[in-house]
């Protein structure tokens, strides 16, 4: 059964650090990795999508890596804002339509 | 209107109502999927269509019904819901399978079943 696993829970930072969140799944083969971004009452939205092939996707102050063969994941997020406060979930489909998602992580950057 | 959007985005129902949420995507997306998301818990898939075809039941009581019309449009029918039932419902859709493909996700359905 695939599994992915969120730690910390919950990561309170200062305004202007860069951070990083973690994600790591118990099977290696995975068709892809997405990140979304989870505002309070709020739908996802994707931030980051890295296929199977790739080892990283950047976009503006995120960078996000996979390593399948350690079954890892990570979110950098450089100069945080408390703009970027949030829940960010990672997700990843081992069959072609099932995003089996972790549980988050709670990010609150303090102003 | 863009992206994909839900309604209602609150409801409130007694155990023996007869309700429905509805999601609609504004994408020309051909995948549509039913989450539900609980204090807690992670977000897990109940429902997945594929070109209007059901591909993913991920073994969810009957008491909740899907419908997906065209692949523009998917509905979800509660009926004789149970208190543990109360949930964020979310309604994504993507160009085809998920294995390959960005989903969008809409805005969500609170529900609070009596």
């Known amino acids: 059964k695939q599994e992915v696993t969120q730690i910390p829970a919950a990561l309170s930072v200062p305004e202007g650090e860069n951070l990083v969140l973690n994600c790591s799944f118990t099977d290696s083969a995975i068709y892809n990795l997405q990140w979304f971004r989870q505002d309070p009452g709020k739908g996802l939205t994707s931030l980051l999508l890295?296929?199977?092939?790739?080892r990283e996707q950047t976009s503006g102050r995120l960078n996000a890596s996979l390593d399948k063969s350690s079954g890892r994941s990570t979110l950098y997020i450089a100069a945080s804002q408390p703009g970027d406060s949030a829940t960010y979930l990672c997700a990843g489909p081992w069959r072609s339509e099932k995003l089996v998602f972790g549980k988050g992580t709670k990010l609150t950057v303090n102003p | 209107e863009t992206g994909v959007t839900q309604t209602p985005r609150h409801l409130v129902m007694g155990m023996t109502n007869k309700k429905s949420l509805k999601c609609e995507q504004h994408?020309?997306?051909?995948?549509m999927y039913w989450y539900k998301q609980s204090a807690k818990k992670p977000l897990e898939l109940m429902f997945v269509y594929n070109f209007k075809e059901q591909t993913e039941n991920n073994s969810v009581p009957s008491r909740f019904s899907p419908e997906c019309p065209n692949s523009s449009h998917l509905f979800l029918h509660l009926h004789t819901l149970q208190p543990e039932d109360s949930a964020l419902y979310l309604c994504?859709?993507?160009?085809?399978?998920?294995?390959?493909?960005?989903?969008?996700f809409g805005p969500g359905t609170r529900l609070t079943v009596l």
């Open positions: 890295i296929q199977s092939s790739q």
């Open positions: 994408l020309g997306h051909n995948a």
């Open positions: 994504a859709s993507s160009q085809e399978s998920a294995s390959t493909d960005t989903q969008y």
